[in-house]
């Protein structure tokens, strides 16, 4: 499948402030993407998901920007908090019910 | 909320032995998904299935099979394990409603082959 890749392979973030969480993607022809935590001993949580159709999502502390021009998603996670502490997937649908996920960000909530 | 159970949540085999993961979901969900997941690779796509005695290989296929008797059920066989399939074991679902839907994934099997 096509390759989704994330930024940085690790972020710290101070408890309170904003986390921001980037993904590149390559397949132009992707039209649907989604964003998974994953906690240590546990599998990937859906957090939050957009269509291509759309450039903003928000849901509860969190939003997803997708930029089409450039391939890029973000994930937004307002007032970071220590149970944010986890690993975030994107993942992208480019045509059948079958996802191609990037290798994680692991984010560390420092307190 | 969506239910994803796999049946163990660790499992230590031996080389050769033929291994069975059982996955079930109780959300009625028409596709079912089996994933690895080994560090620096993210999760990698085994095999799925869109319905009942329906099977569709994913990118690494080789050394596995499935069985998809009835909806709920998916279950991942290792014919005759090998080292090189020691990993975590991640199967989803997800609804055939639409295709704009996510995957709902269970905790996982870590699996062992000595």
Known sequence: ???????????SVQEGDNSIINCAYSN???DYFIWYKQESGKGPQFIIDIRSNM????????????NKTVKHLSLQ??????????VYFCA???GDYKLSFGAGTTVTVRA | DVKVTQSSRYLVKRTGEKVFLECVQDMDHENMFWYRQDPGLGLRLIYFSYDVKMKEKGDIPEGYSVSREKKERFSLILESASTNQTSMYL??????????????????TRLSIL
């Open chain 1, 28 to 30: 132009s022809a992707s």
């Open chain 1, 55 to 66: 450039d903003k999502r928000q849901g509860q502390r969190v939003t997803v920007l997708l």
């Open chain 1, 77 to 86: 996670i307002a007032a970071t908090q220590p149970g944010d502490s986890a």
């Open chain 1, 92 to 94: 992208e649908k480019g």
């Open chain 1, 1 to 11: 499948g096509e390759s989704v890749g994330l930024h940085l392979p690790t972020l």
């Open chain 2, 91 to 108: 199967c989803a679902s997800s609804t055939g409603q639409g295709i704009y839907q996510p995957q709902h994934f269970g905790d996982g």
